[in-house]
């Protein structure tokens, strides 16, 4: 059928209706200018649907039924069949003029007998190649119908689905033309498009009424698990097919204690370090053999060697947990930093044994006992001190404590127990990736079980590829590795996350099926949400409330924080994981993201990149300035009194007199309070009456002092953070979103 026939039923004109089908993917490409009764009769049903318009299909289609068109069809056919005969009985064969005179004297006398056989036999022949022409015109279509048929037979026997398919995608696995599966779902009261995801219940109602057997396919246990990226699940094996494997241990600590300059003296201490010149590449992570004082023994340990907490709190953001142990490295002549608190909260979250290395024991001002009081603090006891954690006095420029320090790691890694199975496909996680220029992508993983060999088909999170090469850290290729190993290898079709979770299989056709059903979950899983947060705290699946705490001054720190841990209910408890002065950065979401808990900021700014996290990583992000107000709204969590929903305050307006610096996105300015206060909050952007943009305030200033705050009627200057340059004259809305509580 013309798509301008298409369109004059809908009462549209051909443009309206080719500019309409660019937004609904039925196959119809700009250049067509006819198409298939069939799928026209899907796009009429669609878009009357949507307009709300009656369209008399028989008088368009001669069908009423769409499972009673081919048979409708057929008669219709023969019908027009019919008619072209009778038509062609009765009609006068058109001539040339020449014959036409010829024609005209048939009834004149003198006009020869030859002359009227002559003419006769010219028309009896153009008669026959027209009737021959029309009927290979006729056969045409038919043909090319029968072979669209062939194309889209109806699959036999049983269908398996997925829990999520496309409407292309069913038409395709089941044998069903787009438009007759599109139409069954229409007349269920389901309105898609042929890219539209449609769940396996409604998939297996439209193949009851289509005539087709399904059966769902079962998610497997790894899909969900590399999507989700759940080593737990993953690495589980029968205990007889595990062997031991080497200690994973990340080092972590304050900048410049050490971590590198320790990290760089294991890796020469190495006693297979390979040929003369030592370590050829860097590549994120590495494998040390080490032979303990008095033993003949070698041993192998892992090190994560990326930059320590934000490596470490990305793969467990992301679910993925390989460390087993954690090198907390103290400067001894500094002691206790923030960083450093930041990474022992980091490695108690995560369960994980921590080791303490005492580096720069050859700096004059070293203080050991200091550094281990300061340690005892935060809940870290020293073995010498009658506590549980060791402690090595070491020095990464002398080397001294090295080798004590290794023993140390083989020693816990035994006591662990940390196992593996060496004779399964290999499972691994990527702890470093990055586009090379000549080789591609490239991933820097560690086995977590399992074997990998050069030429295995694999899945990483949502991308596949085949291992071409892998390269441990002295340059050596490698065929094969097993648990604990790390390489870098070559061969994916993209560049991974940090996190993710390889795992090899047998055939490209099982990666293939594997990598679809890894997208298929991925299309279940929404991201993290508050919703759902408090929705598990309700129906009381989530035991524990954890808790990012910042606040502007140590005073109000603390009282928070001791109040918060008094804080329980019979089903939930609320733990505090992390707790600084100061604003709130990326790393704080990133812990929040991956112990499943919210932040929460007293008098602290929110900068816009902790925004952009958060909004990435699904995490809450709550802001206070009254603290009964962040107390009651914690009980209200507690007890379900909470709903995911936000109440808007407007705290006041702003004028701007006068824009002075603009870098990026930040940029000072100064204004004038019209109304109410202004504080360090989110705003929107006023210009000539309407929203134009948003920002946020990130500093204010009153003369030369920095307030929290600035009342109706002050001029102040201000450090924002806008998604639009700033002008003199707009009209900033500052305000915060608040939750809600039930009614």
Request: aromatic share 2%; glycine share 8%.
């Amino acid at each position: 059928m013309r798509l301008v026939q298409v369109a004059k039923a809908l009462g549209m004109t051909g443009q309206q209706l080719r500019k309409e089908l660019e937004n609904v993917d039925f196959g119809v490409k700009p250049t067509d200018r006819e198409v298939d009764d069939g799928l026209a009769q899907g796009v009429v049903r669609y878009f009357a649907k949507q307009k709300g318009i009656e369209v008399d299909m028989e008088a368009l289609f001669g069908i009423i039924d769409l499972d009673a068109a081919p048979q409708k069809a057929e008669a219709k056919k023969e019908e027009e069949e019919e008619a072209v005969v009778e038509e062609e009985k009765s009609a006068v064969t058109p001539v040339k003029s020449a014959d036409l005179n010829v024609l005209r004297k048939l009834t004149l006398e003198g006009v020869s007998k030859e002359a009227i056989a002559k003419q006769e036999n010219m028309m009896q022949t153009t008669k026959t190649k027209k009737k021959a022409g029309s009927v290979r015109r006729e056969d045409a279509p038919k043909k090319k119908a029968a072979v669209h048929q062939e194309q889209i037979k109806k699959k036999e026997g049983v269908v398996m689905l997925p829990d999520q398919i496309t409407v292309k995608e069913f038409a395709e696995k089941t044998g069903i033309q787009v438009p007759k599966v599109v139409a069954a779902l229409m007349s269920n009261g389901v309105m898609a498009t042929i890219t539209q995801n449609i769940d396996y219940e409604t998939a297996s109602i439209i193949s009851a009424d289509l005539g087709v057997t399904v059966q769902k396919l079962e998610s497997s246990i790894d899909a969900e698990s590399i999507f989700s990226r759940n080593l737990e699940d993953l690495v589980k094996d029968e205990v007889e097919n595990l062997s031991p494997r080497a200690p994973i241990v990340a080092v972590m600590g304050h900048v410049d204690h050490g971590k590198t300059s320790i990290l760089d003296t294991i890796r020469k201490a190495d006693v297979v370090k390979g040929e003369a010149g030592g370590i050829t590449q860097h590549i994120g992570a590495y494998q040390v053999e080490h032979i303990s004082k008095g033993s003949t023994d070698v041993h192998k340990i892992s090190f994560i060697d990326t930059p320590g907490h934000e490596a470490f709190t990305a793969m467990r953001a992301r679910g993925a947990q390989v460390t087993d142990i954690v090198v907390l490295v103290v400067a001894a002549d500094e002691g206790i930093k923030p960083t450093t608190i930041e990474a022992i909260d980091h490695a108690k979250d995560a369960g994980v044994s921590i080791v303490v290395a005492i580096n720069k024991m050859d700096k004059p001002n070293a203080d050991p006992e200091k550094v281990k009081g300061e340690l005892a603090g935060y809940g870290l006891q020293a073995e010498d001190w009658g506590g549980k954690v060791p402690t090595i006095l070491c020095s990464a420029q002398t080397g001294a404590g090295i080798e004590e320090l290794l023993d140390t790691l083989v020693l816990m890694g035994e006591e662990a127990k940390l196992m593996g199975n060496a004779n399964r496909s290999g499972i691994a996680t990527v702890v470093e990736s990055h586009l090379d220029q000549s080789l591609g992508p490239l991933a820097t993983i560690i086995v977590n079980t399992g074997t990998l060999k050069v030429g295995d088909p694999f899945v990483c999170g949502e991308i596949s590829g085949k291992i071409r090469t892998m390269i441990d850290v002295h340059g050596k290729r490698l065929d094969t590795v097993g648990p604990s190993d790390a390489v870098q290898i070559a061969g994916l079709s993209k560049v991974a996350r940090v996190g993710d979770i390889l795992q090899g299989v047998a055939s490209d056709q099982k990666a293939k099926q594997l990598l679809e059903a890894v997208k298929q979950e991925g299309n279940l899983r929404k991201k993290r949400s508050f919703a759902d947060l408090v929705s598990r705290l309700s129906e009381g699946k989530l035991k524990q409330l954890k808790i990012v705490l910042k606040a502007d001054t140590e005073g109000s720190l603390d009282a928070i924080e001791s109040t918060l841990m008094k804080k329980t209910t019979e089903e939930v408890t609320v733990k505090v994981i992390h707790s600084a002065i100061g604003a709130v950065t990326e790393t704080d979401i990133m812990m929040a993201a991956a112990s499943d808990g919210i932040v929460v900021a007293f008098h602290a700014p929110v900068p816009a990149t902790a925004l952009r996290a958060a909004e990435h990583e699904g995490v809450r992000v709550q802001e206070y300035d009254i603290i009964y107000q962040l107390f009651d709204d914690i009980d209200g969590l507690l007890l379900g009194l909470v709903e995911p929903v936000e109440d808007e305050k407007i705290f006041g307006h702003l004028e701007i007199k006068g824009v002075f610096m603009t870098k990026r996105s930040e940029q000072v300015i100064g204004g004038k309070v019209t109304d109410g206060t202004i504080k360090r909050l989110p705003y929107r952007i006023q210009r000539a009456g309407e929203q134009v943009g948003t920002g946020r305030i990130t500093s204010l200033r009153k003369v030369d002092k920095d307030v929290k705050e600035v009342a109706e009627g002050v001029e102040c200057g201000l450090r924002t953070d806008s998604s639009i340059p700033l002008e003199e004259g707009d009209v900033l809305e500052v305000y915060l979103k608040e939750l809600k509580k039930k009614a």
